[in-house]
């Protein structure tokens, strides 16, 4: 890479993210042709013999990696990336055709999270999610949820360590008491632990497992080989997309289910929860006398907008008949975009009844815009018109996996203290809604009881305790029912994914299960402070990596800001609370260019650098079809976020500067760029512009070798 790389950041698509990933940060994202090559993967031009018995017209490929995700969601989406920016091989299965799940454009729902709207600022949730985020404000200004789609493929498509399988569902798991690479003469007759059935017996050719010799040549150099036990582990799964009439043998040696309803985890035999506990089994206040089965239910949102001129609407017949009486308690006050309480079916079994839960909350719907525009009672409707509503329920609940911890309402009010494994945080109340939403019209449609603070998440509600190399990510965690209505919220569940992810990447290149990783302290602490490296938000801990070469350095910079300090920027910490400067240094262009120097006694041997700028954390960021909710978000780049910088070094003390990087237009809060190694005794980081505001800021500034 030559010395002077010059990264021009604006507009189109182009203009994504300089993070691409943690081992290779700078380097130019796959070309066409490249992206093209991996389709001969999983569409083979000369597929394999092997057939499945009963269906001779579908064509098996094997497939291997080393981190298999089900689950495109936001979860899935952000452990996919995570492990793959970490040096795993990730195969992801979606089984739509769409990656983001309740936040694409086939349901439309906003991300929310601990930030609570805006109404807790400073902590909206850094990371992957924050790069999504911000990439989505500056290219999608006109909110469409069709570009968030693309996004989120794009993100995933850039990444070659990523084999994106979409219209696939997965539907089998092989176990074994051993992990993947394992070598078993017995493993043609695996059986799937849901239903017994041996899976070999679906196949005319038996599963073949690889050798002992292909199996060590999979681990890294170095890391030990992880012996067969007594606790189960997947083998490999089997998924299917008929669309291309393929079925896929999959092998991999860490599994995440990001499904949302466990569904991995119910073909490995993991254990699992559904519905409400009793108060008696966690001693919550906010559980109920008794334990039943019933789960917050799903909504289906619409939009609408004001076509200027009189839009007659006749619902069908089989639409509800809605009256104001059912509203007393539903709001109406606005039609751009549905409401989310319109919601149904938590009675009954949100995954089997899926059909009827679908047809009753479109009866809703149509009986809801009838009122709307037919009862008399909203005139000012007359010349709005429905111009899409969703036909996929978003599900707010089903299953949750059981985890060597269940998070319960007394870690989420902070009773319990701060978890040694804390990996991600949450914040959004402890939001409960009844399980037959709708009907429940003479009740108010959800009980928000507020958290004093964000809280942290633990490692341990994030892998099975029963299933050897299985991790959860999304709404099925390790929680309890009170503690899931705060951790369901989509940006919680995104920093919850890219967690699992790294965490499965690390497993990989150690050599651990995720079990182990907890209980090795070195390697827990690595997973840490990787995953403040990466942006992610852990409350209370800081960057304390000892590769770190800026925190050996003596801050100075051209002139402070307010009470900030340049050393701020080398304290461990990228976030403020409350307007405070207390980690983060600024500076006003009053004389110039701001500038803020790293000096070392003696010259440092560095080949990247790191920086964290202000995206405005006080503020709400999201995408949502909501003209009220986009009237606290600015839908472009964050003004006090750092646009045009120079890096520059001296080889020695009073020596003459050279010019590292030049960057025009960044709108992104983490930058990494990487360069041919340089021996340099000071290193300059010096401020052109922001987006608009008048003070530089800058909340962290990494270097390493």
């Known amino acids: 890479m030559k010395r002077r790389n010059f990264l021009s950041l604006a507009g189109g698509f182009a203009g994504y993210s300089v993070l691409v990933k943690a081992d290779g940060i700078g380097a130019e994202p796959p070309s066409h042709d490249a992206i093209a090559s991996q389709f001969d993967r999983i569409a083979p031009t000369e597929p394999a013999r092997d057939r499945f018995a009963g269906e001779p017209h579908m064509t098996l490929v094997d497939l291997d990696c080393d981190v298999f995700v089900a689950g495109g969601g936001m979860a899935g989406v952000c452990a996919a990336i995570a492990a ?70 794009d993100k995933v498509k850039r990444e070659p360590n990523i084999t994106l399988l979409l219209d696939t569902t997965l539907f089998a798991a092989e176990m074994k008491d051993g992990l993947v690479l394992e070598h078993s003469e017995d493993v043609g007759v695996a059986r799937t632990a849901s239903s017994g059935a041996p899976v070999s017996s679906r196949l005319k050719a038996p599963l073949v497992s690889p050798s002992p010799a292909q199996a060590q ?46 569904r991995l985890a119910l073909e490995a035999g993991a254990e699992m929860r559904q519905g409400r506990e009793a108060k008696s089994e966690f001693g919550e206040s906010l559980a109920y006398a008794t334990a039943d089965s019933h789960t917050q239910g799903s909504s289906i949102l619409f939009t609408a907008r004001d076509y200027g001129r009189p839009i007659p609407f006749k619902p069908p017949v089989w639409a509800r008949k809605v009256t104001k009486e059912m509203l007393k308690f539903r709001g109406v006050s606005s039609w751009e975009y549905g409401y989310w309480w319109i919601e149904w079916g938590g009675q009954l079994n949100s995954i089997r009844d899926n059909e009827r839960i679908r047809f009753e909350l479109l009866s809703i719907v149509l009986g809801v815009w009838d009122y709307i525009k037919n009862s008399g009672d909203q005139p000012d409707s007359a010349n709005w018109g429905m111009d899409w509503i969703g036909f996929i329920p978003g599900k707010r609940e089903s299953r949750r996996l059981v985890g060597d911890y269940v998070l319960t309402q007394a870690d989420l009010e902070g009773q319990r203290g701060e978890p040694k494994d804390a990996v991600a945080i949450g ?40 299933v050897g190399n299985l991790w959860m990510a999304g709404r099925n965690i390790s929680a309890s029912h009170a503690a899931f209505s705060s951790t369901r919220v989509m940006a919680t569940c995104s920093a919850i994914g890219q967690a699992a992810g790294t965490a499965a990447a690390l497993c990989v290149r150690h050599g651990l299960k995720p079990r182990g990783l907890f209980e090795n302290k070195d390697q827990l602490r690595e997973l840490q402070q990787a995953l403040l490296r990466d942006d992610q938000t852990l409350k209370g801990w800081r960057n304390e990596d000892r590769l770190d070469l800026a925190r050996l350095a003596k801050v100075t910079a051209s002139t402070a800001h307010d009470i900030s300090r ?75 976020t750092v646009r045009d910088y120079t890096l520059s070094y001296r080889p020695a003390a009073d020596g003459d500067w050279r010019e590292l990087v030049r960057v025009r237009g960044n709108h992104q809060r983490l930058v990494r760029h990487s360069f041919a190694p340089v021996d340099a005794q000071v290193l300059r980081l010096q401020i052109q512009a922001t987006n608009g505001d008048a003070i530089a800021r800058v909340y962290e500034l990494r270097v390493y070798a």
Not at 240 to 261: M, N, P, S
Not at 585 to 605: C, I, S, T, V
């Open 84 to 153: 793959a920016r970490h040096g795993a091989k990730v195969v992801l299965v979606q089984d739509r055709s769409r990656l983001g799940g309740n936040a694409s454009s086939e349901v439309k729902m906003h991300i929310v999270g601990a930030n609570c709207h805006g109404g807790r600022p400073g902590w909206r949730e850094g990371g992957l999610i924050e790069e999504f985020r911000l990439d989505d404000a500056v290219n999608n200004p006109h909110r469409s949820f069709e570009l968030w789609d693309l996004l989120l493929y």
């Open 217 to 262: 040549s999979r681990l890294p150099a170095g890391a030990p080989a992880i012996t067969s036990g007594g606790t189960p582990f997947i083998q490999r799964v089997l998924a299917r997309c008929d669309k291309t009439e393929h079925l896929y043998r999959i092998v991999a040696r860490q599994f995440l289910d990001c499904t949302g309803d466990c």
């Open 427 to 466: 914040g959004w109340p402890m939001d409960d809604h009844p399980p037959s939403g709708f009907d429940a019209w003479t009740e108010r449609p959800f009980r928000s009881v507020p958290l004093p603070e964000v809280y942290s998440i633990p490692l341990r509600c994030l892998y099975s305790r029963n």
């Open 566 to 640: 340049p050393e701020f920027v080398v304290d461990g910490f990228v976030r403020d609370l409350g307007g405070q400067w207390t980690h983060r240094w600024g500076a006003k262009f009053d004389e110039g260019e701001p500038w803020l120097d790293l000096a070392w006694e003696k010259p440092q041997r560095i080949g990247q650098v790191q920086i964290t700028f202000d995206t405005g954390f006080h503020r709400e960021l999201t995408l949502s079809a909501s003209d009220a909710t986009n009237r606290q978000i600015i839908r472009g780049p964050q003004p006090e």
